[in-house]
């Protein structure tokens, strides 16, 4: 089954759900320079884990707040497939495979050639070309069961879902829309959140490679509070020592990460070239600092002075909802 599954309607809104926040744009026309709308809602602890909803009464409610909240009832929505779900392989099937047949080839071969951690999966592939006599396709999938879990909830509280997307895939669209990608760079998109780190690797700007690393930390040592703006922000209550050496360990996994590209993933032939950092961490300077200190790679940021349509700074931490609601939908 294509992820993109579902019937047009009119108004658009881009939703991201994580483990610890529910994140919400509009943005007219697909035009990143018209944002209308942002809102956030952070999540109680162990309602979501690792992108499976374990409390579905609490988590529909506060949905359900969320939509009355932004009045967004009867809206169009774009939503993400959780990251820790999400399998991204790069395949070759037969070259004489018809490009109209991939998808009935993918439905046959699935459990038998091409084995993923879960039954019934929810797929879409990218052709990528013709490489020593075999077709090369980019191939994603998540479970069935999740995705139309989300669907339904969605459903549930009068929000009409069109097209569910990759977070990898997102950023990147905004990174690419707003002029910073190059086809010869191997990009790695670090995505570093408060307790989670999603890495997606791009070559010839289509994503090959994806990782989520789950974080040592305690939800509950991040605490909440409103600056003079009235938005609500994270700061750290815990250990400050403990929170150093998890950014170095999660550092120590972006350099592994970048090896077993190299070695393992291209035999030693390519390696990243840049990386993107990005994510809603409360300091992501901090993060940065930290990769330049270990890796000699050029660094970009998202961070250009994007705006909304009233002039305001859109926050780092809407950057993914801005590249989900720059999605194409057929």
Not at 115 to 122: M, R
Not at 139 to 160: D, S, T
Not at 258 to 267: A, I, P
Request: glycine share 6%.
């Amino acid at each position: 089954m294509p992820l993109s599954i579902f019937l047009r309607h009119k108004k658009r809104i881009s939703l991201i759900i994580k483990d610890h926040v529910i994140r919400c744009m509009d943005i007219k026309n697909r035009d990143q320079q018209a944002v209308r709308l942002c809102g956030e809602r952070y999540l109680p602890d162990g309602v979501i884990r690792e992108g499976k909803i374990v409390d579905i009464e609490t988590f529909e409610i506060i949905l359900e707040q969320c939509v009355q909240e932004w009045g967004i009832q009867k809206c169009e929505v774009l939503f993400l497939v959780p990251d820790p779900v999400v399998v991204v392989r790069k395949l070759s099937i037969p070259e004489d495979v018809p490009n109209s047949e991939v998808k009935g080839y993918f439905y046959m071969e699935i459990g038998a050639s091409i084995h993923l951690p879960f039954d019934n999966p929810v797929f879409d592939y990218e052709i990528l070309g013709i490489e020593n006599n075999k077709k090369e396709v980019l191939f994603y999938a998540a479970p069935e069961n999740i995705v139309l879990e989300y669907v339904h909830l969605l459903e549930k509280v009068k929000l009409k879902p069109i097209a569910a997307d990759i977070s990898s895939l997102a950023i990147y669209r905004l990174y690419d829309q707003l002029g910073l990608s190059r086809a010869e760079d191997h990009l790695l998109c670090i995505q570093f959140d408060v307790h989670t780190v999603n890495i997606g690797i791009f070559k010839e700007c289509k994503l090959v490679f994806m990782r989520h690393i789950k974080m040592n930390i305690d939800w509950a040592a991040w605490k909440r509070k409103r600056d003079e703006r009235g938005v609500e922000t994270l700061s750290w209550s815990g250990d400050p020592d403990y929170l150093r050496e998890e950014i170095r360990n999660m550092v120590g996994e972006i350099e592994r990460v970048m090896n077993f590209y190299h070695y393992s993933f291209n035999q030693g032939n390519e390696q990243v070239t840049r990386l993107l950092i990005t994510g809603d961490f409360p300091n992501l300077k901090k993060i940065e600092e930290s990769l330049k200190a270990s890796l000699d790679i050029p660094i970009d940021s998202l961070d250009v002075g994007l705006v909304t349509a009233k002039g305001d700074p859109v926050l780092p931490q809407y950057y993914l909802s801005l590249g989900l609601g720059l999605k194409e939908v057929r």
